[in-house]
């Protein structure tokens, strides 16, 4: 005669179908943030290739914005084909006093949103961020806060690796170097060093 409850025996087939379960399910659960890495990196890689081309077209300068923050890029596009560099110390004096807002940096610096598609803000997929953007020209490697872009009429852009990581999904990175020349973009499935 049996009473409630289970024996031994069921218990450890119920703990090894669990196992296998989980077994199976984690690596493709990586495998999905890896799919999602590589896919951020793909779309990444078409803007910098529109926003050169565009700049070309256009006689202007474009930038794309890494917000490492927000965990999202958008493009904009300057007013004139001359890149006016504002002093960092008198911005930052502006910041204490609070008086510029980061609409009013943006336009004091003669940049605005690019018109329709390409001008919204993309957001990275769930789970994936910016590691770094590194300027391979001036050795700066910015890994919080804005990283920019830039993108010249003349037919020419920065030297630059942009990371991405899995972050605590422990999925890796994929790296995106940017051809200054051509704005061509070599995506690699790893964390790329200088």
């Known amino acids: 005669m049996r009473k409630g409850g289970f024996t031994l025996l069921e218990l450890v087939i119920v703990l090894a179908i669990i196992g296998m379960v989980v077994g199976i399910g984690i690596p493709q659960i990586k495998r999905v943030f890896r799919t999602n890495l590589k896919t951020a990196s793909v779309q990444i890689a078409g803007m910098i290739k529109f926003a050169y081309d565009s700049a070309v077209i256009k006689h202007r300068i474009h930038r794309i914005v890494f917000d490492f923050d927000k965990g999202v890029y958008f493009l904009e596009i300057s007013e004139s084909d001359v890149l006016i560099a504002i002093d960092e110390e008198e911005e930052r004096e502006e910041d204490e006093d ?28 769930s789970g994936i961020m910016f590691d770094s953007v590194e300027n391979l020209n001036t050795k700066k490697k910015i890994t919080e806060g804005v990283a920019n872009l830039y993108f010249f009429p003349q037919g020419y852009t920065e030297s630059l690796i942009i990371r991405l990581t ?19 973009c070599e995506i690699e499935g790893r964390y790329i060093e200088i």
Request: proline content about 4%; overall charge positive; charged content about 30%.
């Open 98 to 125: 609070g008086e510029a807002d980061e609409e009013k940096k943006v336009q004091r610096k003669g940049f605005a949103r690019a018109d329709g598609e390409m001008g919204r803000t993309l957001v990275l997929p």
């Open 166 to 184: 899995g972050g605590t999904t422990n999925t890796g990175f994929y790296s995106i170097r940017v051809n200054p020349i051509n704005a061509k």
